[in-house]
């Protein structure tokens, strides 16, 4: 059965005694879901799919009626909190990426403010359906609303060219919804939906420009000049190359460690189905090749995102070196 949970409402606002931000609403979930709600901090922009235990900030369980009173811990600065739901027998820090299914959304939230969000009755998903009545979350909703339309005329199009000028337009819509909102987050958060892959040099830019703009927030700090101070004696140069060559070196050790470490978390068949991703073929193709259905090769791919940390199908390409 076609899963359609709905959010009928949900109200944002100060706990005064506690020093809390208090979340009140009401969520209307099929069986196949573990009726409590998490919150996950989006420490950065790189954060955004990330999902894991130590992220979780807040619970709260759903009762028989859907309803559900959440407690955030107060937030210095705006910043976007993820809500999601999980599924019964998985992992509480699961997320699904796409699909009818797509099982979290976003808020922005800032203490000693209220949030109205409400449902929008043409969406099928669970949680990108919000839409809020502050200003600051409705810029929000703009940035959702032009991915959402482009991404359906790209997938009516089956002329390559066609999809490419597609892709090409909405990352210019998100460009110039990023130059002309005046608010700093959903700036920032239309500059992360913007990158697609190959143009990441050109929103890095963008972020290092407006971080050199704007005040400074925790979304912009990696993208921060260092201050410049006055370099005195040969010791400290070779001091710091040092300590520059061992990070880097243990850094990518790190990383081939992970990648490696994630890579065998994959049975045979999903790493036969990664590696057709990796040479770009379509979930058609991936099921001719291998004689079963498209609808297992949606599974194995989930399944594949899911232990890799990864959403979506370019990043399988991080992984080439461990895929022979």
């Known amino acids: 059965m076609l899963v359609r949970p709905f959010l009928i409402m949900a109200c944002l606002g ?128 703009k940035v959702e609303d032009l991915v959402t339309y482009w991404d359906e005329i790209h997938a009516t199009e089956e002329d390559a060219l066609e999809q490419e000028v597609a892709r090409t337009a909405l990352v210019d819509a998100l460009y110039h919804f990023s130059d002309t909102t005046t608010f700093l987050l959903p700036k920032l958060y239309a500059l992360s939906r913007a990158n697609m892959g190959y143009n990441t040099a050109d929103v890095g830019e963008k972020l290092k420009t407006l971080s050199n703009q704007r005040s400074r927030h925790p979304y912009l700090e990696p993208f921060q000049e260092a201050p410049r101070g006055r370099v005195s004696g040969l010791g400290i140069l070779i001091g710091l190359a040092v300590l520059l060559i061992g990070v880097y070196i243990a850094r990518n050790q790190y990383q081939t460690n992970t990648k490696k470490r994630k890579i065998n978390l ?13 040479d770009g073929k379509s979930n058609k193709e991936i099921a001719d090749v291998l004689h ?33």
């Not at 498209?294 to 399944?303: A, N, P």
């Open 14 to 141: 100060w706990c005064t005694l506690a020093a809390q931000i208090q979340v009140d609403g009401q969520l209307q979930l099929d069986s196949i879901w573990e009726p409590k709600l998490y919150a996950s901090r989006i420490e950065a922009l790189t954060d955004l799919y990330r999902c894991a235990p130590q992220m979780i900030i807040a619970e709260a369980e759903i009762d028989t009626m859907g309803y559900f009173r959440l407690y955030l811990p107060p937030i210095e600065e705006i910043q976007l909190i993820r809500l999601h739901v999980s599924k019964k027998y998985a992992p509480a820090a699961m997320l699904i990426i796409g699909g009818p299914e797509q099982n979290h959304g976003f808020l922005a939230v800032e203490n000693e403010e209220v949030y109205q969000l409400l449902k929008n009755p043409n969406s099928v998903q669970i949680f990108s359906h919000f839409f809020a009545i502050d200003p600051l979350n409705q810029a929000l909703r």
């Open 266 to 278: 994959l049975s045979p068949q999903e790493r036969k189905v990664a590696r057709l991703l990796r």
């Open 292 to 324: 079963v259905e498209v609808s297992t090769v949606k599974s194995h791919i989930y399944r594949i995102f899911n232990k890799l940390e990864i959403d979506s199908r370019r990043e399988v390409t991080r992984f080439s070196a461990y895929l022979p």
